[in-house]
């Protein structure tokens, strides 16, 4: 099933009967995701953007863009407007294929995977995922990188609270910790 028809045919449903919802408008839903990979070596090598870029553009589906530095910190020789990072804002239908693909092929693929820990969560009910390398995407081939590099993975929701963004995310399909 397409995650699509699945947050309108059985999510939706479900979240109203246990949040105890009026009105449908209220439902908790994802808005977008944020892939993004900072590259503090971007300082000395300038080389290394246009590989992350390729690197992303073959995860996500979509051209990235190039993240410049907000203010200069002179221990890491950053200085203001140097780009340090690159990121993509996936929505639609991109988004919809990035979550599924996160989903049933991405995090159990993970080594010594034992759940997303409720900390991922913040208070406004986004999830925020750290994966130390990019080797673990599919679409990745590991003799054409040239560093293993993390990246994060923000999936943004509409949901105003931790309670409500994690049963969101738990009737998606995202493994939790179980104590």
């Known amino acids: 099933m397409v995650f ?12 109203m009967q246990e949040l105890k919802l009026k009105n449908i408008m209220e439902v908790p839903k994802v808005i977008k995701i944020v892939v993004n ?3 503090g070596e971007a300082v000395t090598n300038k080389t290394v953007l246009e590989k992350i870029k390729e690197q992303l553009t073959l995860i996500t589906g979509q051209k990235p863009i190039v993240t410049k530095a907000r203010k200069s910190v ?4 950053i200085r203001k407007g140097l780009p340090i990072g690159i ?5 639609d239908k991109r988004m919809a294929s990035f979550l599924e693909k996160l989903i049933k ?4 693929r993970l080594r010594d995977f ?6 991922s969560i913040d208070p406004g009910g986004n999830l925020n995922l750290g994966f130390t390398e990019q080797t673990i995407f599919p679409e990745i081939d590991f003799d054409k990188i040239d560093k293993i590099r ?5 999936i943004v929701t ?4 931790k309670e409500k963004g994690k049963k969101l995310f738990e009737l998606l399909g995202i493994p939790f910790q179980t104590r």
């Not at 699509?4 to 979240?15: A, I, T």
């Not at 092929?105 to 159990?108: G, H, L």
């Not at 993390?150 to 923000?154: C, S």
């Open 158 to 161: 509409n949901a105003r609270s």
């Open 105 to 108: 092929i991405v995090i159990p």
């Open 4 to 15: 699509k028809d699945l947050y309108n045919q059985e999510v939706k449903s479900k979240l």
């Open 37 to 39: 990979v900072g590259a």
């Open 114 to 119: 034992r759940g997303i820990g409720e900390n």
């Open 87 to 91: 990121k993509v804002t996936l929505r």
């Open 150 to 154: 993390g990246l994060e993975v923000t």
């Open 74 to 77: 002179s221990a890491f020789k």
